[in-house]
């Protein structure tokens, strides 16, 4: 696609429900990226993926946060169990290869609003 | 583990003037990338300028021009000319050369253009 892509937008959830967040990346991108960024902060790194391959999941805050990316392409970052902490802009990024000289495309990111 | 810090929570400017942004980071890297990152208020995160630390000249885009100082480790975006669409919070990022490519960004500017 001609950018990442990313929906829902905005996503409001009550406490204690589980929320799916999608993330396309630009067709052909190796590498994936998932940040949290929180309202007047700059983006916290969650996890990444090469290909299908979950590289690093140290920024995952708990064991409620997963994501996945079974065919390469298409991610989903899923937050079990919400709480009114994880409400946040999740960012999602590719880059085509992966390398340190590859710049990070981010996509318009979803809003989750845990009420 | 790296950090990045902009001490300049705010700053404005009119337009068509020059502001500069600063940005130090901590690191025991030798090989790394810097980045200043531009967040409009769409909210997208626009890839504004990159640094290769290897790179001893300051990389420019147009009106926009970096000042590396390596050993200081600082790295300071100048904005010349200024206009309105300048208008965002602005985000310096740093990303390591040893395999993974996760950005760590420092806290953001917010930087207002007057007319």
């Known amino acids: 696609g001609a950018g990442v892509s990313q929906s829902p937008r905005y996503k409001v959830t009550k406490r204690g429900q589980d929320v799916a967040l999608r993330c396309d990346p630009i067709?052909?991108?190796?590498?994936l990226y998932w940040y949290r960024q929180a309202l007047g902060q700059g983006p916290e790194f969650l996890t990444y993926f090469n290909y299908e391959a979950q590289q690093d999941k140290s920024g995952l805050p708990n064991d409620r946060f997963s994501a996945e990316r079974p065919e390469g392409s298409i991610s989903t970052l899923t937050i079990q169990r919400t709480e009114q902490r994880d409400s946040a802009m999740y960012r999602c990024?590719?880059?085509?290869?992966?390398?340190?000289?590859?710049?990070?495309?981010f996509g318009p990111g979803t809003r989750l609003t845990v009420l | 583990a790296q950090t990045v810090t902009q001490s300049q929570p705010e700053m404005s400017v009119q337009e068509a003037e020059t502001v500069t942004l600063s940005c130090t980071y901590d690191?025991?890297?030798?090989?790394?990338?810097l980045f200043w990152y531009k967040q409009p208020p769409s909210r997208q995160m626009i890839l504004v300028i990159r640094q290769e630390a290897y790179k001893q000249q300051n990389a420019t885009e147009n009106r926009f021009s970096v000042n590396f100082q390596k050993a200081a480790k600082s790295f300071s975006l100048k904005i010349s000319d200024s206009q309105l669409g300048d208008t965002a919070m602005y985000f310096c990022a740093f990303e390591a050369n040893f395999g993974n490519e996760k950005l760590t960004f420092g806290t953001g500017t917010r930087l207002t253009i007057i007319p």
């Open positions: 067709s052909g991108h190796v590498s």
């Open positions: 690191t025991s890297e030798n090989n790394y990338y």
């Open positions: 990024a590719s880059s085509q290869t992966g390398a340190s000289t590859d710049t990070q495309y």
